[in-house]
């Protein structure tokens, strides 16, 4: 028996040799995949071409023109640590973790505002483990090459608002007919809310649902201190009686 069980350990402890020996190869061969795709991406659009595209757009605006409740807003909704984590938020991530396992589905990312710059920029939706791989090696140059306010700003104008609008001037224009300076705290917090799915979420295509997410944008500034109880309920009351 004693016997029995000495090649018993001795096959399990291989078996697990084995794993840990096959988890380590997928790991490098994953890394070299993604560094390859990043330096890909990177040779196709260097990041000061890709900046340069941006700026270029007529509707750009810098940050200092956009009503600092929309910044909060979009802070605490996507990331209300851009300024404290380097690009990967680990705290971030490791709450989303938590949250799809309590879910039982792939419900969080945790992905920060940085990340989402690299995605939409240089890479495809799909979600691969080698794009996430590249997405952190493009992440850190992003971050080396950009202060905080350039990524946010440059963020700002280049994610999708839903009807054909990809820069928050033209949404404020397309859906309110108003310059960004003349946005409204429930105006603001309505926009900053569609970039989370925004052919779903676009006004002209269901209000009710816009709302909603605006109630969601407003719990998370709650949350995360940029606003008060108080304030956000009264920013929802100020929805105007005509809304779409």
């Given at each position: 028996m004693r016997k029995l069980m000495c090649k018993l350990m001795h096959w399990v402890?291989?078996?697990?040799?084995?794993?840990?020996?096959?988890?380590?190869?997928?790991?490098?061969?994953?890394?070299?995949?993604?560094?390859?795709?990043?330096?890909?991406?990177?040779?196709?659009?260097?990041?000061?071409?890709v900046i340069r595209d941006i700026q270029a757009q007529a509707s750009y605006?810098?940050?200092?023109?956009?009503?600092?409740?929309?910044?909060?807003?979009?802070l605490a909704v996507e990331d209300p640590r851009f300024y404290q984590h380097k690009g990967i938020d680990l705290l971030a991530i490791a709450e989303a973790v938590v949250?799809?396992?309590?879910?039982?589905?792939?419900?969080?990312?945790g992905s920060t505002i940085t990340q989402q710059l690299c995605k939409n920029q240089f890479f495809t939706q799909k979600k691969l483990f080698t794009r996430k791989i590249a997405e952190v090696f493009m992440v850190r140059e992003i971050e080396q090459h950009c202060t905080k306010d350039e990524i946010l700003e440059l963020y700002i104008n280049s994610i999708y608002y839903g009807?054909?609008?990809?820069?928050?001037?033209?949404?404020?224009?397309?859906?309110?007919?108003?310059?960004?300076?003349?946005?409204?705290?429930?105006?603001?917090?309505?926009?900053?809310?569609?970039?989370?799915?925004?052919?779903?979420y676009a006004p002209t295509k269901n209000p009710e649902l816009a709302r909603k997410r605006q109630a969601q944008v407003l719990d998370a500034m709650v949350k995360h201190k940029f606003l008060t109880a108080q304030q956000a309920k009264e920013i929802l009351q100020q929805c105007p009686e005509n809304f779409l």
């Open positions: 402890k291989t078996c697990a040799a084995m794993a840990i020996a096959f988890a380590l190869l997928a790991a490098v061969l994953l890394t070299a995949g993604g560094y390859q795709t990043y330096q890909r991406a990177l040779s196709e659009r260097p990041i000061a071409a605006i810098s940050l200092s023109q956009v009503p600092q409740i929309y910044k909060n807003a979009v949250r799809d396992i309590r879910e039982r589905r792939l419900a969080a990312g009807n054909g609008y990809y820069t928050l001037a033209d949404a404020g224009a397309g859906y309110f007919g108003k310059a960004v300076a003349e946005l409204n705290a429930w105006e603001c917090t309505l926009l900053a809310g569609l970039p989370n799915a925004p052919s779903a």
